[in-house]
């Protein structure tokens, strides 16, 4: 019996022994595996420091003067802002052109960039001369296709202002307000010379445009209608009336306001 105790005595012992050996065995090979671990992740954090250090081929690290781009702002300049000042309140001071301190070349300028739409009564008393011929062909390309004014004295002033009255003549009407027309008429004195006015609808005495025009010195002029169509009017149709005939005949009759051929069509 006490031989028997002993053995299994002995046996539990080798049995509690190697029990704990494997499990020191385990512990030591999971410390193994962490530090092992642990070097590994130090490594690739040393290898990325590194990696990140080092400076491509292809990336150059000094700069040359050339290669350093700086922002740029756009600026303009003290007589460009002046400039922009004229042109946007030119309808205000029209004047500052006859005004000797201002440069031929900065007149030409501030002609250019004035806008088509400024009333007559602005540009046709300050706008002339050669270096108004660029606004005035501006407005006349702006208003018309095909602009001839080889028979308007190769001026596009008077090109503009002779067709301009003639549109407005043709347009007008016996029931419109007169003293716009005569105002109008006014305005363009000085640069009308010769009207070719194809339809006059309303009986306007030609004392009142010869009148207001005093150097026109010709005038074709056709009384009535070209097309009535269905807004037939007898006043229109008839065309040119008896009070016209004596109308005109006072209007060339006068000694001041004869400047050449006046001829007259009746339609």
Not at 214 to 228: C, D
Not at 230 to 244: L, Q, S, Y
Request: aromatic share 8%; proline share 5%; net charge positive.
């Amino acid at each position: 019996a006490k031989r028997h105790d002993a053995r299994v005595h002995r046996f539990a012992r080798r049995h509690a022994y190697q029990k704990y050996a494997r499990t020191r065995e385990q512990q030591s090979t999971n410390i193994l595996c962490q530090i092992n671990n642990i070097e590994a992740t130090n490594h690739a954090i040393s290898h990325a420091r590194a990696s990140m250090s080092v400076v491509p081929p292809s990336i150059s690290t000094s700069f040359r003067p050339d290669e350093v781009t700086t922002p740029r702002f756009s600026t303009e300049t003290l007589t460009e802002l002046c400039l922009t000042e004229i042109v946007q309140n030119f309808q205000q001071h029209p004047h500052i052109l006859n005004n000797p301190k201002v440069p031929y070349q900065l007149k030409e300028k501030i002609i250019s960039l004035l806008n088509v739409t400024l009333p007559p009564e602005i540009t046709v008393v300050h706008l002339s001369g050669p270096e108004s011929e660029f606004f005035w062909k501006k407005c006349c390309k702006a208003r018309w296709r095909n602009v001839d004014v080889e028979q308007h004295g190769t001026n596009y002033k008077r090109f503009f202002l002779e067709i301009t009255v003639q549109e407005k003549l043709e347009q007008y009407r016996d029931d419109m307000p007169l003293e716009e027309m005569k105002q109008y008429l006014h305005i363009c004195r000085d640069n009308v010379y010769s009207l070719e006015i194809k339809e006059l609808l309303s009986h306007l005495a030609p004392t009142i445009i010869i009148g207001e025009l005093p150097y026109l010195v010709n005038l074709n002029l056709t009384y009535g209608a070209k097309r009535s169509g269905i807004n037939f009017d007898w006043n229109v149709a008839v065309g040119m009336k008896e009070a016209d005939c004596v109308s005109m005949a006072t209007a060339i009759r006068v000694p001041t306001q004869q400047h050449g051929h006046t001829s007259s069509r009746r339609r």
